[in-house]
């Protein structure tokens, strides 16, 4: 990276107008492309009275793995022109004006004050983060009765005096102080750098790494109120998201006693302290927080994606049985064979066909058609043939379709998407297999599924209890990508009800699809653990006294 991709700021303090939140104002995010092809993608945000031109060092390093993203905070930087009153308003124009221009999975590294927008950033959009890593941020960063191992107030309110002094001294003599601050901004540095152990030459680093960004005071004067109203308890207390968190040992504004009080909180989270750093963690030990930090956010990519050999042996075993409890997904197919085209069909492909419990149905409809049955389970697929509908079957995977381009006229798939990783890939896959006018029936479960189990776990702990499922713009995403258009595009929830949560439990299990997230826990679950998860789940009831569970089915007709 070089200096011009980060300075090079010309908005003055003037420019900035006195609203409380700039919502017409375009957030600036700063990418940079990794050296690897297919890279993943990380969101790096600074800490307060700072600017991205802090991550520089660390930059090279990282774009060996990573497509980079750099976010500055409103009132720094490239976002000089931009306020917000709340930490949350901020999260909200972020997530309006560039996720979507953003990897569908990401890692988010956010430093101090960064981590903090990180964090609430991760609480929002779980199932888009791969990865939380938080560097010096506390759980509350100003000392209070409920969390005392934090920066003490008198020192935290002098930097608000001097700043409002500033503002007082700039009112006074009718001009900008949009780079008065050296000895607020120099004061806070000292802070940063002191008690690490190469202290002098970290501080007469990150001064002139800073040298040249420009703030506006009302930005960091929100800023300092983000930190001092944010307790970050609630939002650690209900992440599922994967998160290291970062210390320095010799911090002066995140002692090391709260790093100590929060690992015992959250012993799921991993943990990293640093004997040599004080609140700069990654200029002190640079090499070291690299490989930390790399390895966490690589490990935990893998972590994400079920294992097809995992979808394989379920649904095998699954095979005798299926037909005979698979209640829920029949209905769901029979649905969408309303939705199939009326036009001559000279092949069709059944994608995900299970037991091949609807080939007999789409033999009725195309009786002349080829019909290829594709599933990943080699047991379901001995259950198709069995069937002796003229059919042809195949074993693959949906993300690596085997055919030649345009070799169907109908593809037809009923809840089996949901178990790949690589939406693009396999509606790229759909796509290319269709000849030219031809249309593809679809459904696949979306977020909100299973919603009264995923409620009821979180009662118990933080673990991954319950299979997570794509939200619908991601899909309408990769869809849109593949070139395919929409002729068809409906949610529907299908609540099914239980007289017992075994039935209910059992209903999820015996048909395969039972939690195979690679983060699930692991051994045996303690009987303290689902005596909570059990009443929880009771206050979720229907009037009835069913054990209610919801389906969120996405119904799509594609044409190619």
Known sequence: MTASTMTGITLNAEEIENNSNDINKLLVLTKIDSYSANASAILLIHGWGSSSEIWHDCIESLRIHFDIYLLDLPGHGLNVASSFSRADDFIHQFSQQHLSSIPKRFAV????????????????????????????????????????????????????????????????????????????????????AQGALSVRKDLKHIKKLLANVKYCNKGLKQGLNWLADYDLSCCWDNLSVPMLRQFGAHDNLVPRAAADLLAARHPNNSFEIF???????????????????????????SQKIIDKRDIEKSFSNAAESYDSIAVFQH????????????????????????????????????????????????????????????????????????????SFDVIYSSLSIQWCHDLDKVFQGIADSLSVGGVAVLTTLVDGSLSELKQAWASVDNAVHVNEFECEATLKDSCDKSGLSFQQWSVHDDVQTFTTMRDLIRSVKDIGA??????????????NKYRQFVSTYNALRTEEGKWPLTYRVLYMVLQK
Request: aromatic share 8%; glycine share 6%.
């Open 109 to 192: 590294i956010g430093w101090s004050l960064g981590g903090l927008l990180a964090s609430l950033l991760a609480q929002q959009f779980p199932t888009r983060i791969t990865a939380l890593v938080t560097i010096a941020t506390n759980r509350s960063f100003v000392s209070s009765d409920a969390w005392s191992q934090a920066m003490p107030v008198d020192l935290f309110e002098n930097f608000k005096q001097q700043l409002n002094a500033n503002d007082q001294a700039a009112a006074a003599n009718n001009q900008s102080t949009a780079n008065d601050k050296s000895t607020v901004l120099n004061r806070f540095f000292s802070l940063q």
């Open 275 to 301: 004997e040599h750093s004080a609140h700069l963690p990654f200029i002190s030990e640079k090499d070291y927080w690299l490989s930390s930090t790399v390895d966490f956010i690589k490990s935990t990519e």
């Open 331 to 406: 209905a769901v197919g029979k649905n969408l064979l309303n939705c199939l085209p009326e036009k001559n069909v000279h092949r069709l492909l059944d994608l995900g066909a299970g037991t091949g419990y609807f080939s007999s149905a789409l033999r009725q409809r195309y009786p002349t058609a080829d019909i290829i049955e594709m599933d990943i389970s080699a047991r379901m697929l001995a259950r198709c043939q069995s069937k002796y509908i003229g059919s042809s079957q195949v074993q693959a995977d949906i993300e690596f379709l085997p055919f030649s381009p345009q």
């Open 514 to 527: 039972h939690n195979m997230h690679p983060g699930r826990p692991k051994g045996l679950m303690g009987k």
